[in-house]
């Protein structure tokens, strides 16, 4: 079992950078394949990013590319998103998610633990 709880959302101005944090508790944390997934209204949740379980390999959805970075520190079991150069359209909330299997998954169904989301709120 895994759970988890974001926190460090907020109201952020067009430009600006946020880091959220995804606390994990439960032993499956250090083998699990982590993400960020954000959902905004009327819209599908939809995949932000992916880190493995040694931080080997990482992946984003074109969207936030060269903007988002993603990152986790297993000692403190926590999972990182580093939000930077923040745009309108970033605006939703945002789910940290675990798969306990290690796999490389850019769609919800891989993964098996959720937290409660945070929401990130940009302004022009």
């Known amino acids: 079992q895994v759970q988890l709880v974001e926190s460090g959302g907020g109201l952020v101005q067009a430009g600006g950078s946020l880091r959220l944090s995804c606390a994990a508790s439960?032993?499956?944390?250090?083998?699990?394949?982590m993400a960020w997934f954000r959902q905004a209204p009327g819209k599908e949740r939809e995949f932000v990013a992916y880190?493995?379980?040694?931080?080997?390999?990482?992946y984003y959805v074109d969207a936030v590319k060269g903007r988002f970075t993603i990152s986790r520190d297993n000692a403190k079991n926590t999972v990182y998103l580093q939000m930077t150069s923040l745009k309108i359209e970033d605006t939703a909330v945002y789910y940290c998610?675990?798969?306990?299997?290690?796999?490389?998954?850019?769609?919800?169904?891989?993964?098996?633990?959720w937290g409660q989301g945070t929401q990130v709120t940009v302004s022009a």
């Open positions: 998610a675990a798969d306990p299997n290690g796999r490389f998954g850019a769609t919800k169904i891989f993964y098996h633990y």
């Open positions: 439960g032993r499956l944390f250090s083998d699990s394949t």
């Open positions: 880190i493995t379980w040694n931080s080997g390999s990482t």
